[in-house]
């Protein structure tokens, strides 16, 4: 079901109000009901799938907690590992895998016959739900979690309607104590602030997001040699702030979601595209899975100790020099590059990240602008922005070929001379971007000025008058969003 | 459970946020009052307030067609026709389906034509349209006319502006089935057309909720619908946005003219890319028509004079003649109609206004009496 649906208001609605009218003893098979419902109205046949994956890290994650012997724990450890793995593989990499396969044997020139599959269907949000089951597994095999023993509690930990589809992706440690023992009724704060997040959610999503989706879409479809230098900056921008409407959009609606039953999520989305340095950039983008690389990948692989929260990003600057930090840091970002996607495309996405970060490092231990922060932060700014936006290139342009040819575009200064699309792509695309610096500026003057004053619930007020109405507008279910197909 | 309620109610009043959200919606229901109480006809703001399409008829058949729906009535009323070169098939843009200040006796140039053309043996004209037609979509449409109809030849109404527009809108998709997809797939750019159709297709549309397929699709659009149905039934509002969101889009624009002092004839630049996707179009449709013996009049459409065009005129100069030399290339007519229709026969127009497109009734008249003298003999 889809957060951005008449179907998915009308749902939530009904699924706050019984779990808040309910009897206490009734609440949680409320919530795990709706849970249920939320996904198997998308395709009930896979529901078998999260359910059977769902008992695997529940039945192993007890058996490694029971066990005493450190071999046995990691067999159990690694089988889990391999059954949750191994469904994400045959689901999402399968075709990618006997694609690559057969292109080798290609290059190769061998006689070989080609491996044909049939048509796969990808499960919904099962990237995320994978991931949330292995940091179960792994929480319980590192003694950071103690097992439940409740398989219906478990269930709804992994099948949550707020964070199922697209995240956010949390430990069992957030969430797990909170549907144990909650009342499932919201304070009036909690009403407020979830339909405060939700209206938000739902601008971004189908205001900013959706509007600029066709612009975006007939941009990549228009043949990349008839493009200049300009568009392709604009295009990368322009998808750039789609994504990101897209799934900040979206996060918010699933915050907002969660905390009217009274859950809390960790926030998503810190003003990511007003990092800078790549580093603060991924303490701001999809804040909860940077962590969960940090604390499952990255660190393993370094060999460094891991934390224990969905917050705080890829925060990470350890000995940069390092021969094996940098090659756990190229691998984390193939990793997560392919995490969004079976293609190579995604997995450049990643190098280039890499490659940004390890710059950054460099860069930064011979801190010219150390005695001017304010310059130094404008100037970091100025180079990181144009980095992550070029980034979306290859993220977005479905193919390597492609990426490559739009990306030769922007360092070709011959190519510069013209534009390629409607004057209002450029000027909506620019609109944004300087409404963003805006609003920022807008909200610490605000914070500043007008501080405990009651001129700030005013100002709070028109804005979400004018958010009201553009969303009433602006609404309709058009696009899914970007992340359910990752 | 009631006084619970009312203590949440109560505990609510003292919230701030509260108090914000229902500031926030009461500004958002003044907002969609004021919007919905301005008189604005969003539908022919394209157009301008003095235009009226009308659809010619003649002995009960419309023979000129200004959307799919008309265009399909059109086709099914023209068909039976037993001559093999019955229709003369005239393709443009909204110039053709509309009239500046219509008065009685005003008629479309189609409508003219017909009646220079009037003789037993004579094939008649049918007028096909569509608002800022590009060239891509004269394509398909000429292809799903030849199709479906016994037509002898084509005039081609070329309009420079409207190579500023690209690709197939969607209502025109509709149009696009198994055989007109097949004779476009031998085209260069009617495979540019099915490409691009394709990839959006891909990307998204309507209520495509998984790339890999799923019960979802169904229902999800089954919910959504009843929802939809029920919310307008109950709240008129709902149904009447779209009517909205086009007058506030409207405002939109006059904000981006005062703030970018845009005016009607601030030169609109050529976009190169959609100039050559539309030209290469022109190119197969003319081909097209000289491989299957059809006659084909190229004409560029009659423009105000009067004021300053909104062209680059350098490139507009060289357009005219590229044009000119693929019609004589594929052995169709060219006409230059750029300054047929005298200044008095145009729209009136104040500061923020100017229609350089639509021509009052005798405009009409002198455009079908030009086209006459080539075709009629």
Redesign the interface.
Known sequence: ??FN???YL?FLVLSVVSAW?APAFLRKWIVLAASLFFYG????EFLLLIVFSAFVDYFFALRIYKSADHVRRKLLLLCSLSINIGLLIYFKYTFFLVENINSLFDLLGSSYTYITIGH???P?GISFYTFLSISYTIDVYRNLFVPIRNFPLYLTYVLFWPHMIAGPILRACELIPQLSSNSFRP???D???G??KI?LGLFLKVVLADEL?PLV??AF???AS??SGLDVWTMAYAFGFQIYFDFAGYSLIAIGSAQLVNIRFPENFNWPYLADSPREFWKRWHITLSSWIRDYLYLPLMGSRYEDRSSGGLDIERSPSAHHVVVALFVTWVIMGLWHGANWTFAVWGVWHAAAILLYRVISRTDLLKEMPQLRSVVGWGVTIPIVMLGWIPFRAGSLDKAFQLLGKVIDVTQYG???????FY?FVFSIFLGMLLLRWMISLRERIIQHSSLG??V??????????LT????K????FIY??F | MAIQMHKLLKQLYGDWKAKELLLGTMVAVMLVSFYHSRNVDAENFALGPQNTSPVEQWQGKHFTAHSPLLIKRLVEEFSDSVSADAYWLWLGNSQLHTINQKKDGDHLAPYWLRQGLACSKCSEPIGVSMPNANLQEYLVLERYLEQRLPIRGIIVSLVFDDLREDGIRNELLDLLDGQVEADLGQLAAGRTILQSIKQSAQKGGALNMNPAGGGEKDFQKRLERALETDLGYYFPLWNDRSHLKAIFTIDLYYVRNWLLNIEPTTVRKIIEPRYERNMQALRDLLGAAQREGRDVLVYIVPIRQDLPLPYDMKRYEQWKQVVERLAHDHGARFLNLETLVPPEHWGTYHNDDVDFMHFQGPGHQLLAKEILKQIGG
């Open positions: 079901m889809l649906s008449l179907g009308f009218a109205s998308w395709k009930v796969i269907i990808l919904l304070s009036p704060e009403v407020t602030r339909a405060h209206l989706a879409d007939d479809n228009t043949e008839t493009l013209r534009l390629s699309f409607r004057e209002n000027l619930w005013l709070n007020g028109l804005a979400y008058g004018a958010i009201f109405f009433f507008l602006y609404f279910v058009s696009n899914q359910f197909q």
